[in-house]
Structures are given as structure tokens and as C-alpha cells.
């Protein structure tokens, strides 16, 4: 069992806080707006590389496919996505956006871009360094993640 001292206080804490914080200062930046913050991650990455399935997804937002499930079922009823049969894997669905999720995606990126441009404004780092940091505890974290499997 891990030292007490040790584990109490740490990065994973701190980055605990600043998932809420985060999603506090999100959740300001989309008030008003037609989607959430959680409909902007996917509405970009679903155009980063359209068509994507959902699991392409769901691993590049690191969350479990069920969960990624949910996530899609809003949209589609909204019409700001379509789901088609993938022709190379019949399970598989390929997700885009229609016109409606594009204006929505639009729409949202203003809403991040201020919730970003409020931050940065508040922060000592720069973005490269920020960034870095980021993708290296991710990686780290995955990999940790795989050691408990």
C-alpha cells in the first residue's frame, strides 16, 4: 500500500481540480449557445477527419465507446449528425455533420475561443509549454492505465 503522505497531495489531485475548474469556466463560455462543451469535443473531432466511427472517437476524447454511444444519441436527434453503415465493418457506424452541426461547431468555437482567450489572459505559460505538459501527462496516464489492465 502506497505511502499516505504520498498519494494525498499530488498532481493527479491537482489536475482533478483543474477538470472542474475547467469545465466551470466551459460551461460559462457555452451558456447561450445550441451545444455543450461535451458536443464540442465531438463535433471537432468528427470533422477532424470525416467520416469517423465511433471509436476512432471515443479514443481520441479517452472515453469508453458506451460512453461515446451516449454521447452521439443528442446530436443525431438534433439533426447535427448523420450516422451511416461503415461499408468495410457493418457494426461500425461512420458519423459527419450535417449543415446544422457545422453552424453549431461554428458557434462553438467562439464560445471556446473566449473561454481560451480568458484563460490565456490569467496564465503565466505559454501555450507550446502548456500543451507539452498536457500531452506528456496524458501519455503518461495511458500508459499507467495499461499497466492496470
Known amino acids: ?21 475547467l469545465s466551470r469556466l466551459l460551461l460559462k463560455a ?3 449557445t445550441s451545444i455543450t462543451p461535451v458536443d464540442y469535443a465531438l463535433y471537432s473531432s ?4 470525416a467520416p469517423r ?19 452521439i444519441a443528442a446530436p443525431v436527434r438534433r439533426g447535427h449528425v448523420t450516422r ?4 468495410h465493418d457493418g457494426r461500425a457506424w461512420l458519423l459527419t455533420l450535417t449543415d446544422e452541426g457545422t453552424a453549431a ?3 462553438g468555437r467562439a464560445a471556446f475561443g473566449r473561454a481560451y482567450e480568458a484563460f490565456l489572459a490569467h ?3 505559454g501555450t507550446d509549454e502548456l500543451r507539452a505538459t498536457l500531452t506528456q501527462m496524458t501519455r503518461a496516464i495511458d ?7
Open 143 to 149: 500508459r499507467a492505465s495499461d499497466d492496470l489492465d
Open 1 to 21: 500500500m502506497p505511502d499516505k503522505q504520498r498519494w494525498e497531495a499530488t498532481a493527479f489531485l491537482d489536475t482533478f481540480v483543474l477538470d472542474r475548474a
Open 46 to 49: 468528427i470533422q477532424t477527419g
Open 30 to 32: 457555452f451558456a447561450g
Open 84 to 87: 451511416v453503415r461503415s461499408p
Open 53 to 71: 466511427t465511433a471509436t476512432a472517437i471515443a479514443q481520441d476524447l479517452h472515453v469508453p465507446l458506451t460512453t461515446m454511444t451516449d454521447w
Open 105 to 107: 461547431l461554428t458557434e
Open 123 to 125: 496564465s503565466s505559460l
